[in-house]
């Protein structure tokens, strides 16, 4: 069992909106999806999550599904886009792709977002500050009859890029989630690697170096991943080749 913290990947994932701007209270509201992720398989071309009101409020919740490069060929609709969720109700959303997408040879990455609007203090003269709290997970759109890796980082390669930078390349057809921040091997210095949280499939990442840290000198990259469903696993050292002729 991967440990049971959730990896914190991706930025925004609790957002909040302040609604009023006096106040003798505070209100916070929220949704909670039951899952870390969404996983949709294009060959069935939908699936679907349940999401609980945690509040003791009733709340209108948004859903929103957010382009993220090279997946605005997909178009994902979340059915209900906007519904009422009854004080710790429930509500399942499906998502469901608008147009078959059987042609697709790997997996892409979107975010769907989930925000609980509150209703209006209904006690006039009392000032209010209410948050909405939107909730922002990732979605993987997989091709069909792809078994997901368990350890898609591990496809992962790391080739030196000329004297000051490495290049991260992601050959397979697996989206790698990982910390953006890595550290060099064996100077333990620390470098941004990426600048989100994720390496899309065929993507190459090119980074500069530390001024003092020459592309020859690292032998290794220690990265820290996450499973495709979102818990933190060990760390995981890539070696760097020698193949700068190729990064490109």
């Not at 500069?208 to 990265?223: E, H, N, S, Y």
């Amino acid at each position: 069992m991967p440990k049971s913290f959730i990896f914190p990947l991706w930025r925004g994932f609790l957002g909040c909106c302040i609604t009023a701007f006096f106040s003798t209270a505070v209100q916070a509201t929220g949704v909670q999806p039951d899952t870390t992720i969404v996983l949709l398989s294009a060959g069935e071309g939908q699936t679907q999550m349940a999401v609980k009101n945690t509040e003791t409020l009733p709340l209108l919740m948004n859903v929103a599904v957010q382009d993220l490069p090279g997946s605005e060929s997909l178009t994902v609709l979340p059915l209900p886009q906007v519904s009422r969720l009854e004080p710790n109700g429930r509500q399942v959303v499906r998502f469901v792709l608008t147009e078959p997408a059987g042609g697709i040879s790997k997996q892409y990455l979107k975010r769907v977002s989930f925000e609980g609007i509150p209703p209006r203090n209904p006690e006039e003269g009392k000032a209010k500050i209410t948050l909405n709290v939107r909730q922002t997970i990732p979605m993987v759109i997989s091709p069909k009859g792809l078994e997901q890796h368990p350890e898609p980082w591990r496809k992962l390669e790391i080739v030196r890029a000329g004297a000051d930078a490495l290049q991260v390349r992601n050959d397979s057809p697996f989206v790698v989630r990982m910390k953006a921040d890595a550290q060099l091997k064996p100077m333990n210095a620390e470098v941004a690697l990426l600048k989100d949280s994720y390496v899309l499939p065929g993507e190459k990442v090119t980074v500069t170096l530390p001024k003092d840290v020459k592309a020859a000198q690292v032998q290794a990259v220690r990265i820290f991943p996450a499973s495709p469903w979102g818990f933190a696993v060990e760390p995981y050292e890539i070696k760097v080749s020698d193949n700068a002729a190729t990064a490109s």
